[in-house]
């Protein structure tokens, strides 16, 4: 045996390269498809935004969007398809971290598990509005109650818009994907907390104290706890 002699690995080990998003050509399709739906839809957004504005700095702002049919029917299509930048941007940030979802390299079946995660909470946060309508009916006209149960999609909208406007503003300066991923969850955060009191503060002036709690907890807390938990536990 020579002990004078080193002997080295005939190969050295790969390093693997990290993951690297838009390095997947469906990834790329799909920014390419969202920057052209962005195009068709900014006058629809720029005449839409004074109103959802509104339902930021004021308590009577979602009925009033509400009272106008045309600016209502505007506010659901920009949402619907807003929805589409939205999760584009939870599967490239990860905002939606479960890990019963698909890996990153299926990009198909990643975003239809995601897009099927914000169908069920829609579908949840739905239920929850028939359900203790039903069982607890509040002296409202239909007006009202479509207030409540639709004033959420005022703040999805402010968001994407706020979300596509500041991912474009960090990428231009380089931030790292979990400062954008921070930022983005701060956005969201604070746009469903003033959300939340906007429709407090509008079911306070409706019901009594204990319908506004009830209320609050099926319609708000429920369904975005069920969603941070599935996100966590799942």
């Known amino acids: 045996?020579?002990?004078?002699?080193?002997?080295?690995?005939?190969?050295?080990?790969?390093?693997?390269?990290?993951?690297?998003?838009?390095?997947?050509?469906?990834?790329?399709?799909?920014?390419?498809?969202?920057?052209?739906?962005?195009?068709?839809?900014?006058?629809?957004?720029?005449?839409?935004?004074?109103?959802?504005?509104?339902?930021?700095?004021?308590?009577?702002?979602?009925?009033?969007?509400?009272?106008?049919?045309?600016?209502?029917?505007?506010?659901?299509?920009?949402?619907?398809?807003?929805?589409?930048?939205?999760?584009?941007?939870?599967?490239?940030?990860?905002?939606?971290?479960?890990?019963?979802?698909?890996?990153?390299?299926?990009?198909?079946?990643?975003i239809a598990e995601i897009a099927g995660v914000f169908v069920g909470f829609v579908l949840l946060r739905l239920l929850a509005f028939g359900i203790i309508f039903k069982v607890w009916p509040p002296r409202m006209d239909n007006e009202s109650r479509t207030t409540v149960r639709k004033g959420l999609y005022n703040y999805f909208v402010v968001f994407s818009v706020l979300m596509l406007v500041s991912v474009c503003l960090l990428t231009v300066f380089r931030a790292d994907d979990e400062l954008i991923c921070l930022i983005m969850w701060v956005e969201m955060g604070l746009l469903w907390l003033l959300s939340f009191l906007r429709e407090h503060q509008f079911l306070a002036s409706k019901c009594s104290g204990l319908g506004t709690f009830l209320y609050l907890c099926g319609l708000e807390i429920l369904p975005v706890g069920v969603l941070i938990a599935s996100a966590l536990l799942l």
């Open 1 to 110: 045996m020579d002990l004078g002699t080193l002997h080295l690995p005939e190969q050295a080990p790969v390093l693997e390269k990290p993951f690297s998003w838009i390095s997947v050509p469906e990834h790329g399709w799909f920014l390419v498809g969202a920057a052209l739906l962005m195009l068709l839809l900014l006058p629809e957004l720029l005449a839409l935004m004074p109103s959802v504005s509104g339902a930021i700095s004021r308590r009577r702002g979602n009925l009033e969007i509400e009272h106008s049919l045309s600016v209502a029917r505007s506010r659901n299509y920009c949402a619907r398809m807003l929805t589409v930048p939205f999760l584009i941007a939870v599967d490239r940030y990860g905002l939606y971290p479960a890990s019963f979802l698909a890996p990153r390299g299926e990009p198909w079946l990643r």
